[in-house]
């Protein structure tokens, strides 16, 4: 039975790590299958970022939760 999600990108990836704290733990993960990510951004932003088709960026993902799912 798999868990539903409500989240749309989903990057499968390896444990790696795990760090366990008396309140948080911290879970590393090594991705495991490459994937496409998106980015939405005004038109103002993209034409002074200078960004072309082919161009290499460094994508920073700022988000509030990484949900990881067990398969």
Request: charged residues 30%; glycine residues 8%; hydrophobic residues 40%.
């Amino acid at each position: 039975m798999s868990m539903k999600v409500g989240a749309r990108n989903k990057i499968k990836g390896k444990v790696s790590s795990i760090k366990t704290g008396d309140i948080m733990s911290l879970v590393k993960f090594d991705v495991t299958d490459p994937c496409t990510m998106a980015s939405v951004l005004t038109t103002e932003s993209l034409e002074e970022l200078g960004i072309k088709d082919g161009d290499e960026v460094e994508l920073i993902v700022k988000a509030i939760h990484v949900l990881p799912v067990k398969s």
